[in-house]
Structures are given as structure tokens and as C-alpha cells.
């Protein structure tokens, strides 16, 4: 028969539980429906998420959290990260919104510490990881086996090894015994995104229920949607006033002027000086801002599409009492989708007049333009038939930039346990995963290629000159397809004893536990670009070097467990683990881990609790030895505002490239000639920049305590109230500067180009004075040990369940469970240079360049179910507080960011429970970011943009944040199970 709890256990599965809040384990009768319990009935051993040594409670200072598998089934979520980005102590990573950036991946982010901070488990070890970051994909996980997902937040090193930094979450799959199959479709209020997934598993008890196989696998189907399907991202939106911008890179093609002749009379002579445009194809006219802007947003995902085949296994034999043999086989084949606009061109080049006219490329109106520039340029330059310009092109005839990541992904591990003595025991295993991914991307240009084809240097010259005039063969002239690769692959052997001895109970207590044991882990990663990408000569997708790198940690562990109780009922427990690590990287080399606790109940009805733990985590391959890659990055040049306009960085920005005439039209007092001047200083809000590994890294740090207090009123049967308070500071952390820090502290702090902290934007701008494209990207922003974290705040978790004696349905009687969890962010911090003390990014209640997603001061869960016999009806509230913008220099079109609240309404009947039946909405009041309405020169006219978020340059993408705010809108889902 099928192991499934019944609806009257929804006091502690349907919540969930958050990262700093224990499983009120106290408040269960029965503790073999715990989920956090690993295996075994009430009375045997067993193991909870956060130490090694098997137990007979489930109480632990270092408190466990729990989202139950009901709650995926209340969400409707099929994707793991769709339940696990809600939790209030998450913020949300790479999601299925994460079209640019994105990589077709879901990831989860513990405190806002960062995906590589936060280590993921599945049945209490390690999963498969996808690229040199060494960050796991959460669409390997399957969903509908899930038994429970316990969060520990806060190093847990001493237990699990490296990348713990931030915490652990662990994904319990469950044992069947019989068969389901299931599916589940959701759609949009609006017709489109659909989604749909079909799973089959079947398990079995065999050898008198000494042994258990279970195999499964799935199939997911996710449509794409387009952000030009939401009137809130139609527009590519920025500048202030909030207007439709986009980027300076037309199908049109944009022509700079570049050399020194007399530009009066011609179209370079408007009010973007030096600047026109191909208005009709071969005639050109004055550029015009913002008009001739490139509206990018359109065509760009605003959902990703997905498929996605699972297929997997694990079973276990016990051959003797000593002996049970036990596996794992996990295959997945995961596709994704993302589409960018078409790709955007930037080359300086000089045209021939006479080729151009010679091909019908201009009329006689341009012909004329270029020739009188021609004869008044001075030197050489004079009349020599060339006219040197910068051309933007965007490539809308090559079509748009489609990335396909395709990984195929398995995991297979073997392993062996069991009970040397009553009171000892063994466990032991290897595992193997590898993940290849390949990356097949259309739409790139080679930039030599197109160089050529336009200056008559090339086999063919193509026709740029108005939009629409490039011809299919034109566009197979520069047209290349990139495919690239990525080979990531983890070994880990492991071997721990764990058992018990002793007692030291004045009246009755539990043996003294304990478990020791060594590992060894190997980790390696690659990523393999083509020649296009490789040798930097692409426009479309970021060029980047080959990365290729690996290294192995040798380990041992240990850890106490002590437990005291007196007669009269009162408990303290005391626990301590420790491990020590030898890396085969020089940098690293041996390091310790350790950890200790400590809880104290006087009565039953209150506990305390107080954990310490120190925690490390080793650069990643990425980190350490992945290739230069050029990145563009969004961020706003110092040079381009308004204070650049006068004193020490007017000096700084003229001695730096810009042209004077143009700094000095940034005081101006017309805020046309203002706003003409940021455009040409400052084209478009992405600036090229260098990224890269650095071998010469070492280890982060971090120290955690967390205090907590748990409360069940005898007095109040069915109510458990958990508060607890968490502290993480993370040292020498590994991080890479970002563009926007360093253009700040170079141009607004240290002001001296001569400086180190300058010398990476010095000879970086073009002649227009602006931050050029490749060839002339800023420095490369490696990675270095010179970064703080802190984290800080309270979780509280209330939970109530009550019989209300009476059915609707003739029941007889119904239940009432009603939860929340809440998280207070009292700090989150980052100090990009941990060595001063006063430059601190504070994000607690942010959002904006520094502080990227928006991090709540509140964010909240909340949900109520009532249950008659078969029948459940759940609603959930989620809530997150006003958060407002990181930057105090800037005044936005959005400086603040309102409440944001969400209802959800689910329906969930069995039948016979053989077959569960489940319905619901998400969103249920279609919440989504406002919808600007437009004058007639663009600008946003209505001011009740809740999640609009001002400057483009602030947002993640989409105008908004979609990670964190949901763009879907109302959203429905059904979904059956049936279990044989």
C-alpha cells in the first residue's frame, strides 16, 4: 500500500517553515510522521538534517526548517524553485523569469549570501552540479517524490564540508511502496505560458520488506511568454523623466562622426551633435533622442521555455543486520530557451564615398554630406574619398539571439551501511555526477567579417545604410553560429561511523551520540567555447576565454552529542562537531571547521537554544581559472551626470577623454542640452567590461550564532510559536567588484587617475568619449578575498491547529490549521573592501545597482487550511515590505517600491484516497507591475508604478525585478494523482 499521511497531518506539512524555525516536533504525537526524520519508527535511530549522529528526537540547536511536500502540491508548483524562492529567508536566484541575465538554470540563494554560499543535498548528500560555479540546478530535482526540504541557515562546514557558508537544504525523496502516476497543467488568465507535467513512479517492498526499489520519471513542458505579451515590459524604459528608451543601437544604423571636418549644414549638425541616422533607406537625417531609440523589450522572454525529461531510481537490500546495500541512478535531460533582441553592432570604421555610391548604398542627398566632410577635414584626411564614423547597427535581418542550453545530467551512487553492535553503526558510500551542457547560440556576428563587408575591404560589401536593406545573402556574409560546451563532474567517497555510549542523566536521559568518519571529494569543470567566442571576434553573445580547472579535499569529522535531564522533567543538551580539510590547492591548503551548541528546556512547554558554528568555503573553479570573458554590465558613468559638470571631476572626466564642450552642457540649464550630452557620454546603460578567475584565491570564512526560543503552551493545545534569531558574517569573501563600485571609487572617491584603483579606465574611451565596446573594454574585474557579509534578523513562526467540531461534508467533525512565517532582515550588509570600515552597502529594506534584488526588512508567508474528511481548502498570503532605492545620489522615477501582497486559493479532494483531485489559482487578485501610460514624447505620465523601477539601469530586467515580483498575473492550475 502506498505510504501517504492523511489530510489531519497538515498542521505540520502544509506550512512552510522557515530557515531558522524548528519542526515543532513536540507537538506530534507520532514522531514517525516528523519529516524531518531520514528513516526508522519512533522508537529506532534516526537522522535529522544538520548532524550525522543518528538519534531518538528530532531536537537540535541549530534549528531545522521544513517545507512538506503538501505545500508543493497546495502551490501547484512542479519546479522545485518555485516553492523554495517564496521561503522568507531566500532570496530569489536564477529563476525561470532570468531571460538577461539567465542560463536556462534555477538556483536558491540562502540570506541573500549568494547560490555557491548555500550547499544543496538530496537524501543528506551531495547532488550534481552544472557549471564551473559549481551551483546546483534545482530542475534536476524531482519534485513529485519530494517527502520534505529541510533548511539549516547558518555554516554548516563541521557537518557537510565546504559551500555551507549560508546553510544547507536538503531534499528528502521518499520510499514507495505501490505505484502513482500524475499530472498537472497550468495556464495564465491571459491564454499563455502553459505548463504541463506527466510523472509515473512505482516502488516496492521485496525479501519480507527487507528490500525496497523505487523508479520514476517524468516529463515537463513549459511555453514561453514574450515581455511584449505584458503591457508593464512592452517598453524598454529609463531616463528621467520615466520614458520609453531602449538602446542606441538602431536597425536604422546610427552613424558618429568621427573626423575633424565641418559639420555644418550636414545631418551631424543637430541636436546630437555628431550623431544621424538612415531615416529612409540611403538618406540620412539628424539623429533624434529618445525617438530613435531601439525598443529591445519586446521581443525578449519575459518566461523561458522548458523541457525536461527525469528519469531515476534508488533501492536498498539488507543482505544481513550488518549489512544493507543501497544505490542511487538519477538521468536528466534538460532544454531551455532564451531569446534576446537581435544582435546590436558596434565597429569604428572609415566608409569609401565613392563604393558607396558606386552600389546604390546612398542617395545623392547623403552623397553630397559625406563629400562636403571629406573636403574640409584637414591633413591627409582631405578629400581622400574616406569618412571615418563609428556605426551602431542593430542586426534585426540576421534575426534574433537565440540561446539553446541543452545538459544532460546523471548521478549514480553506491553505497553500503549498517549495525556493527547495538550501539554502532557504519555508513558508507561513492558518488559520482556529470553534467555536460551544450550551448548552440544564433544570431552572433563576427565583427571582423561585418567590418569588412561595410568599408569595401572585404570579398562582398553589404548594404547597412536604412533598416531592412540587408539581404539574406548580405546577412550569411557576418552571420556565425556559435556552439559551445561545459563538462562538470564530482566524485565523493565517504565512509562515518556514528553510535553512543554512556549516560550521564540524573534521572532519565538519552546515551552520549556521537559519529566520526573521513571524506573525499573531487571536483572539476569546463567550459569550452568556439573559436568565435574564444578569440573575442562576436558580437551577439559575450565573448569569453576557455575556463578548464579541478581540485580534491581530503577530510575528517567528528561530532558529540550530550545529552542531561533531571528527574523532574528539566533537559539541557549539548553538541559540538568538528572537521578538518586538506585541499590540494596551495591557497587553501588545511583548514578547520567547527561548531557547538546548546539547549536548555526547563519545562516542556518552552525550550531554549543557542548554536555557534564556523564555516568555510573554497573558490570554486570559475573563481579560480575561468578565462577572461567580456561582460556588459549595467551601471552609470560619473562623467555623464550633472556634478561632472564643474570641480575636481570635471578635471578628472575631461583629463579621462570627455570633451569639454560636452561637460560643460552638462550644467546647462535647458534640460534638453543636459540629457543630449548624458547620450553621448554615456550611449546606453551597459558599459563592456573584463571578467575573469583568479588562482590565487583562498578560503571564505564565516562565523554564524543563531538564539532561539520555542514555545508550546500546554495550555493551548495546538499552538507552537518559534522565534529565533540568526547572525551570519562572512569574511574574506571572494567577490568581483562590480563596474558600477569601481567607476565610484575612482572617479567620486580617489579622484587621481594616476591611481591603481584608476588605472583600468585610463585609454578605455572611445573618441566620442564615451566607454567603448571591445576593443576597449574597462579592466577585468577578477575575483579577490577582500569582501564582508553580514546577515542578520529574526525568524517567528506561529502555528495553530484546533478541531472546530463540526463538517460541513457530515464528517463529523473539521480542522483549522493556520501558520505563519515571518523573517525581520535587521541587516544585510556587504563591504566591498572588508579593510574600511565606512564603505558599507546596507540592502536591508533595498534594491538598485549595489544591492541587486530587493532584500524586504519584512517578508512573510501565510497560510489557513480547512480540512473535512477528504476535502482541503487552503488559501496563502505572501507579503513582502516596501523596499526603497540603494542610491542616494540619484533621485529615480521610483525611489520606493510599495508593500507587495499576493493571494492564492487552492481546492484539494480525495477520493477514496486513491485518487487526489486539486485545483487552484495563484494570484488570485492579478497582481502584477503597473502599466505606464504615455505622453506624446514617451514619457510615463501616471505615477502609481509600484514596481516600475526608474532608471532601466536599476532593474533586473523587464522593469521590474521577476524573480521577486510575480509577472505572470492570475494563474491557474489542476493537477490528479492516483496511487494504486
Same mark, same amino acid.
Given at each position: 500500500?502506498?505510504?501517504?499521511?492523511?489530510?489531519?497531518?497538515?498542521? $505540520?506539512?502544509?506550512?512552510?517553515?522557515?530557515?531558522?524555525?524548528?519542526?515543532?516536533?513536540?507537538?506530534?504525537?507520532?514522531?514517525?510522521?516528523?519529516?524531518?526524520?531520514?528513516?526508522?519508527?519512533?522508537?529506532?535511530?534516526?537522522?535529522?538534517?544538520?548532524?550525522?549522529?543518528?538519534?531518538?528526537?528530532?531536537?537540535?540547536?541549530?534549528?531545522?526548517?521544513?517545507?512538506?511536500?503538501?505545500?508543493?502540491?497546495?502551490?501547484?508548483? +512542479?519546479? +522545485?524553485?518555485?516553492?523554495?524562492?517564496?521561503?522568507?529567508?531566500?532570496?530569489?536566484?536564477?529563476?525561470?523569469?532570468?531571460?538577461?541575465?539567465?542560463?536556462?538554470?534555477?538556483?536558491?540563494?540562502? /540570506?541573500?549570501?549568494?547560490?555557491?554560499?548555500?550547499?544543496?543535498?538530496?537524501?543528506?548528500?551531495?547532488?550534481?552540479?552544472?557549471?564551473?560555479?559549481?551551483?546546483?540546478?534545482?530542475?534536476? #530535482?524531482?519534485?513529485?517524490?519530494?517527502?520534505?526540504?529541510?533548511?539549516?541557515?547558518?555554516?554548516?562546514?563541521?557537518?557537510?564540508?565546504?559551500?555551507?557558508?549560508?546553510?544547507?537544504?536538503?531534499?528528502?525523496?521518499?520510499?514507495?511502496?505501490?505505484?502513482?502516476?500524475?499530472?498537472?497543467?497550468?495556464?495564465?488568465?491571459?491564454?499563455?505560458?502553459?505548463?504541463?507535467?506527466?510523472?509515473?513512479?512505482?516502488?516496492?517492498?521485496?525479501?519480507?520488506?527487507?528490500?525496497?526499489?523505487?523508479?520514476?520519471?517524468?516529463?515537463?513542458?513549459?511555453?514561453?511568454?514574450?515581455?511584449?505579451?505584458?503591457?508593464?515590459?512592452?517598453?524598454?524604459?529609463?531616463?528621467?523623466?520615466?520614458?520609453?528608451?531602449?538602446?542606441?543601437?538602431?536597425?536604422?544604423?546610427?552613424?558618429?562622426?568621427?573626423?575633424?571636418?565641418?559639420?555644418?549644414?550636414?545631418?551631424?549638425?543637430?541636436?546630437?551633435?555628431?550623431?544621424?541616422?538612415?531615416?529612409?533607406?540611403?538618406?540620412?537625417?539628424?539623429?533624434?533622442?529618445?525617438?530613435?531609440?531601439?525598443?529591445? $523589450?519586446?521581443?525578449?522572454?519575459?518566461?523561458?521555455?522548458?523541457? /525536461?525529461?527525469?528519469?531515476?531510481?534508488?533501492?536498498?537490500?539488507?543482505?544481513?543486520?550488518?549489512?544493507?546495500?543501497? !544505490?542511487? +541512478?538519477?538521468?536528466?535531460?534538460?532544454?531551455?530557451?532564451?531569446?534576446?533582441?537581435? !544582435?546590436?553592432?558596434?565597429?569604428?570604421?572609415?566608409?569609401?564615398?565613392?563604393?558607396?555610391?558606386?552600389?546604390?548604398?546612398?542617395?545623392?542627398?547623403?552623397?553630397?554630406?559625406?563629400?562636403?566632410?571629406?573636403?574640409?577635414?584637414?591633413?591627409?584626411?582631405?578629400?581622400?574619398?574616406?569618412?571615418?564614423?563609428?556605426?551602431? /547597427?542593430?542586426?534585426?535581418?540576421?534575426?534574433?539571439?537565440?540561446?539553446?542550453?541543452?545538459?544532460?545530467?546523471?548521478?549514480?551512487?553506491?553505497?553500503?551501511?549498517?549495525?556493527?553492535?547495538?550501539?554502532?553503526?557504519?555508513?558508507?558510500?561513492?558518488?559520482?555526477? /556529470?553534467?555536460?551542457?551544450?550551448?548552440?547560440?544564433?544570431?552572433?556576428?563576427?565583427?571582423?567579417?561585418?567590418? $569588412?563587408? #561595410?568599408?569595401?575591404?572585404?570579398?562582398?560589401? #553589404?548594404?547597412?545604410?536604412?533598416?531592412?536593406?540587408?539581404?539574406?545573402?548580405? +546577412?550569411?556574409?557576418?552571420? #556565425?553560429?556559435?556552439?559551445?560546451?561545459?563538462?562538470?563532474?564530482?566524485?565523493?567517497?565517504?565512509?562515518?561511523?556514528?553510535?553512543?555510549?554512556?549516560?550521564?542523566?540524573?534521572?532519565?536521559?538519552?546515551?552520549?551520540?556521537?559519529?566520526?568518519?573521513?571524506?573525499?571529494?573531487?571536483?572539476?569543470?569546463?567550459?569550452?567555447?568556439?573559436?568565435?567566442?574564444?578569440?573575442?571576434?562576436?558580437?551577439?553573445?559575450?565573448?569569453?576565454?576557455?575556463?578548464?580547472?579541478?581540485?580534491?579535499?581530503?577530510?575528517?569529522?567528528?561530532?558529540?552529542?550530550?545529552?542531561?535531564?533531571?528527574?523532574?522533567?528539566?533537559?539541557?543538551?549539548?553538541?559540538?562537531?568538528?572537521?578538518?580539510?586538506?585541499?590540494?590547492?596551495?591557497?587553501?591548503?588545511?583548514?578547520?571547521?567547527?561548531?557547538?551548541?546548546? @539547549?536548555?528546556?526547563?519545562?516542556?512547554?518552552?525550550?531554549?537554544?543557542?548554536?555557534?558554528?564556523?564555516?568555510?568555503?573554497?573558490?570554486?573553479?570559475?573563481?579560480?581559472?575561468?578565462?577572461?570573458?567580456?561582460?556588459?554590465?549595467?551601471?552609470?558613468?560619473?562623467?555623464?551626470?550633472? $556634478?561632472?559638470?564643474?570641480?575636481?571631476?570635471?578635471?578628472?572626466?575631461?583629463?579621462?577623454?570627455?570633451?569639454?564642450?560636452?561637460?560643460?552642457?552638462?550644467?546647462?540649464?535647458?534640460?534638453?542640452?543636459?540629457?543630449?550630452?548624458?547620450?553621448?557620454?554615456?550611449?546606453?546603460?551597459?558599459?563592456?567590461?573584463?571578467?575573469?578567475?583568479?588562482?590565487?584565491?583562498?578560503?571564505? !570564512?564565516?562565523?554564524?550564532?543563531?538564539?532561539?526560543?520555542?514555545?508550546?503552551?500546554?495550555?493551548?493545545?495546538?499552538?507552537?510559536?518559534?522565534?529565533?534569531?540568526?547572525?551570519?558574517?562572512?569574511?574574506?569573501?571572494?567577490?568581483?567588484?562590480?563596474?558600477?563600485?569601481?567607476?565610484?571609487?575612482?572617479?567620486?572617491?580617489?579622484?587621481?587617475?594616476?591611481?591603481?584603483?584608476?588605472?583600468?579606465?585610463?585609454?578605455?574611451?572611445?573618441?566620442?568619449?564615451?566607454?567603448?565596446?571591445?576593443?576597449?573594454?574597462?579592466?577585468?574585474?577578477?575575483?579577490?578575498?577582500?569582501?564582508?557579509?553580514?546577515?542578520?534578523?529574526?525568524?517567528?513562526?506561529?502555528?495553530?491547529?484546533?478541531?472546530?467540531?463540526?463538517?460541513?461534508?457530515?464528517?463529523?467533525?473539521?480542522?483549522?490549521?493556520?501558520?505563519?512565517?515571518?523573517?525581520?532582515?535587521?541587516?544585510?550588509?556587504?563591504?566591498?573592501?572588508?579593510?574600511?570600515?565606512?564603505?558599507?552597502?546596507?540592502?536591508?529594506? @533595498?534594491?538598485?545597482?549595489?544591492?541587486?534584488?530587493?532584500?524586504?526588512?519584512?517578508?512573510?508567508?501565510?497560510?489557513?487550511?480547512?480540512?473535512?474528511?477528504?476535502?482541503?481548502?487552503?488559501?496563502?498570503?505572501?507579503?513582502?515590505?516596501?523596499?526603497?532605492?540603494?542610491?542616494?545620489?540619484?533621485?529615480?522615477?521610483?525611489?520606493?517600491?510599495?508593500?507587495?501582497?499576493?493571494?492564492?486559493?487552492?481546492?484539494?479532494?480525495?477520493?477514496?484516497?486513491?485518487?487526489?483531485?486539486?485545483?487552484?489559482?495563484?494570484?488570485?487578485?492579478?497582481?502584477?507591475?503597473?502599466?505606464?501610460?504615455?505622453?506624446?514624447?514617451?514619457?510615463?505620465?501616471?505615477?502609481?508604478?509600484?514596481?516600475?523601477?526608474?532608471?532601466?539601469?536599476?532593474?533586473?530586467?523587464?522593469?521590474?525585478?521577476?524573480?521577486?515580483?510575480?509577472?505572470?498575473?492570475?494563474?491557474?492550475?489542476?493537477?490528479?494523482?492516483?496511487?494504486?
Amino acid at each position: 500500500m502506498f505510504n501517504r499521511k492523511t489530510k489531519a497531518s497538515l498542521l $505540520a506539512s502544509s506550512v512552510i517553515f522557515g530557515s531558522l524555525v524548528a519542526a515543532p516536533a513536540m507537538a506530534q504525537d507520532d514522531q514517525s510522521d516528523d519529516p524531518t526524520i531520514e528513516s526508522g519508527a519512533a522508537d529506532e535511530r534516526i537522522v535529522v538534517t544538520g548532524t550525522r549522529i543518528q538519534r531518538r528526537n528530532v531536537e537540535t540547536a541549530a534549528p531545522v526548517a521544513v517545507v512538506d511536500s503538501e505545500e508543493f502540491q497546495l502551490a501547484g508548483a +512542479v519546479n +522545485v524553485e518555485n516553492v523554495v524562492n517564496t521561503l522568507p529567508q531566500v532570496v530569489p536566484g536564477i529563476t525561470s523569469f532570468s531571460n538577461n541575465p539567465g542560463n536556462g538554470t534555477a538556483s536558491v540563494d540562502l /540570506r541573500g549570501l549568494g547560490a555557491t554560499r548555500t550547499m544543496l543535498l538530496v537524501n543528506g548528500r551531495r547532488w550534481m552540479f552544472y557549471d564551473t560555479n559549481q551551483v546546483v540546478d534545482l530542475n534536476t #530535482i524531482p519534485q513529485f517524490l519530494l517527502e520534505s526540504v529541510d533548511v539549516v541557515t547558518g555554516g554548516a562546514s563541521a557537518v557537510y564540508g565546504s559551500d555551507a557558508l549560508a546553510g544547507v537544504i536538503n531534499f528528502r525523496l521518499r520510499d514507495l511502496d505501490g505505484a502513482e502516476v500524475g499530472g498537472q497543467y497550468s495556464i495564465t488568465e491571459r491564454g499563455d505560458g502553459d505548463r504541463w507535467q506527466v510523472h509515473g513512479a512505482i516502488g516496492t517492498d521485496f525479501a519480507g520488506g527487507r528490500g525496497n526499489v523505487t523508479v520514476f520519471g517524468e516529463y515537463f513542458n513549459r511555453e514561453d511568454i514574450f515581455q511584449g505579451d505584458r503591457d508593464f515590459s512592452n517598453f524598454a524604459l529609463g531616463g528621467s523623466p520615466l520614458q520609453q528608451l531602449g538602446s542606441s543601437l538602431p536597425p536604422e544604423t546610427r552613424l558618429t562622426y568621427l573626423g575633424d571636418g565641418d559639420e555644418t549644414g550636414t545631418s551631424f549638425d543637430g541636436p546630437n551633435s555628431g550623431l544621424a541616422i538612415f531615416g529612409s533607406p540611403g538618406s540620412l537625417r539628424e539623429y533624434q533622442t529618445p525617438g530613435d531609440f531601439y525598443n529591445y $523589450a519586446p521581443v525578449n522572454y519575459l518566461q523561458l521555455p522548458q523541457e /525536461r525529461y527525469l528519469l531515476g531510481g534508488y533501492a536498498s537490500y539488507e543482505v544481513a543486520p550488518a549489512l544493507e546495500l543501497y !544505490t542511487e +541512478v538519477t538521468y536528466v535531460n534538460n532544454r531551455v530557451d532564451s531569446e534576446l533582441a537581435p !544582435t546590436p553592432i558596434l565597429v569604428n570604421t572609415s566608409l569609401d564615398i565613392d563604393s558607396l555610391v558606386a552600389n546604390g548604398f546612398i542617395d545623392a542627398a547623403t552623397e553630397a554630406e559625406f563629400r562636403s566632410l571629406d573636403a574640409t577635414e584637414t591633413g591627409t584626411d582631405q578629400n581622400d574619398g574616406l569618412i571615418d564614423v563609428q556605426v551602431r /547597427r542593430r542586426l534585426e535581418e540576421a534575426g534574433g539571439r537565440r540561446n539553446l542550453d541543452e545538459r544532460n545530467s546523471f548521478r549514480v551512487l553506491a553505497g553500503a551501511r549498517g549495525d556493527i553492535t547495538d550501539f554502532l553503526s557504519y555508513d558508507a558510500y561513492y558518488l559520482y555526477s /556529470r553534467t555536460r551542457n551544450s550551448n548552440i547560440q544564433q544570431g552572433n556576428a563576427s565583427v571582423s567579417r561585418f567590418t $569588412a563587408a #561595410i568599408n569595401g575591404t572585404g570579398d562582398e560589401q #553589404i548594404n547597412i545604410f536604412g533598416a531592412g536593406t540587408l539581404t539574406p545573402d548580405m +546577412v550569411d556574409v557576418f552571420r #556565425i553560429q556559435a556552439q559551445n560546451g561545459d563538462i562538470s563532474d564530482l566524485q565523493v567517497a565517504n565512509v562515518a561511523l556514528s553510535g553512543s555510549f554512556g549516560d550521564f542523566a540524573l534521572g532519565v536521559a538519552e546515551p552520549v551520540g556521537f559519529a566520526v568518519g573521513a571524506e573525499y571529494r573531487e571536483v572539476n569543470s569546463r567550459f569550452i567555447p568556439d573559436e568565435f567566442l574564444a578569440s573575442g571576434d562576436v558580437a551577439g553573445f559575450n565573448a569569453g576565454e576557455p575556463t578548464d580547472g579541478g581540485y580534491n579535499v581530503q577530510e575528517v569529522f567528528a561530532e558529540l552529542n550530550v545529552p542531561f535531564e533531571t528527574e523532574s522533567g528539566m533537559r539541557f543538551e549539548a553538541n559540538a562537531a568538528a572537521r578538518y580539510s586538506d585541499y590540494s590547492l596551495d591557497t587553501v591548503g588545511g583548514v578547520w571547521t567547527y561548531a557547538g551548541g546548546l @539547549q536548555f528546556a526547563p519545562i516542556e512547554d518552552i525550550r531554549f537554544r543557542v548554536q555557534y558554528q564556523r564555516a568555510v568555503r573554497a573558490p570554486n573553479v570559475a573563481e579560480l581559472f575561468q578565462g577572461s570573458a567580456i561582460g556588459f554590465p549595467g551601471a552609470n558613468d560619473p562623467c555623464a551626470t550633472t $556634478a561632472a559638470s564643474s570641480g575636481t571631476l570635471r578635471t578628472l572626466c575631461a583629463a579621462n577623454g570627455v570633451d569639454t564642450d560636452l561637460l560643460d552642457d552638462l550644467g546647462s540649464s535647458d534640460p534638453a542640452v543636459v540629457a543630449g550630452a548624458q547620450n553621448q557620454i554615456q550611449p546606453d546603460g551597459q558599459i563592456a567590461a573584463l571578467f575573469g578567475g583568479n588562482p590565487n584565491l583562498a578560503e571564505e !570564512t564565516s562565523d554564524s550564532w543563531t538564539f532561539g526560543v520555542v514555545l508550546q503552551p500546554s495550555f493551548i493545545p495546538g499552538l507552537t510559536i518559534t522565534a529565533d534569531y540568526f547572525d551570519i558574517t562572512v569574511e574574506d569573501a571572494i567577490t568581483t567588484i562590480s563596474l558600477q563600485q569601481a567607476l565610484d571609487i575612482c572617479f567620486n572617491d580617489v579622484q587621481d587617475l594616476s591611481a591603481p584603483q584608476c588605472a583600468g579606465f585610463v585609454g578605455r574611451r572611445d573618441t566620442t568619449g564615451s566607454f567603448g565596446r571591445p576593443p576597449l573594454p574597462t579592466p577585468n574585474l577578477g575575483g579577490a578575498n577582500i569582501a564582508a557579509l553580514t546577515v542578520s534578523g529574526i525568524d517567528l513562526q506561529i502555528n495553530y491547529g484546533i478541531d472546530l467540531g463540526f463538517s460541513l461534508l457530515g464528517n463529523g467533525a473539521s480542522d483549522l490549521d493556520l501558520s505563519f512565517l515571518g523573517t525581520w532582515n535587521e541587516v544585510a550588509n556587504f563591504s566591498p573592501d572588508q579593510a574600511d570600515p565606512t564603505n558599507v552597502v546596507e540592502c536591508a529594506g @533595498q534594491f538598485g545597482l549595489n544591492c541587486g534584488e530587493p532584500t524586504p526588512s519584512f517578508k512573510w508567508t501565510a497560510r489557513a487550511n480547512y480540512i473535512d474528511g477528504p476535502l482541503t481548502v487552503s488559501t496563502r498570503w505572501r507579503h513582502l515590505s516596501a523596499v526603497d532605492d540603494d542610491d542616494p545620489f540619484t533621485d529615480y522615477f521610483v525611489e520606493r517600491i510599495a508593500a507587495y501582497d499576493l493571494i492564492d486559493l487552492t481546492l484539494s479532494y480525495d477520493f477514496n484516497e486513491t485518487v487526489t483531485f486539486t485545483v487552484g489559482v495563484n494570484n488570485l487578485f492579478d497582481t502584477l507591475p503597473s502599466s505606464p501610460e504615455f505622453n506624446s514624447d514617451g514619457q510615463v505620465i501616471n505615477d502609481t508604478n509600484t514596481l516600475l523601477l526608474g532608471d532601466f539601469n536599476n532593474a533586473e530586467q523587464m522593469n521590474t525585478y521577476p524573480s521577486t515580483y510575480d509577472v505572470l498575473g492570475r494563474d491557474f492550475f489542476a493537477s490528479v494523482v492516483v496511487r494504486f
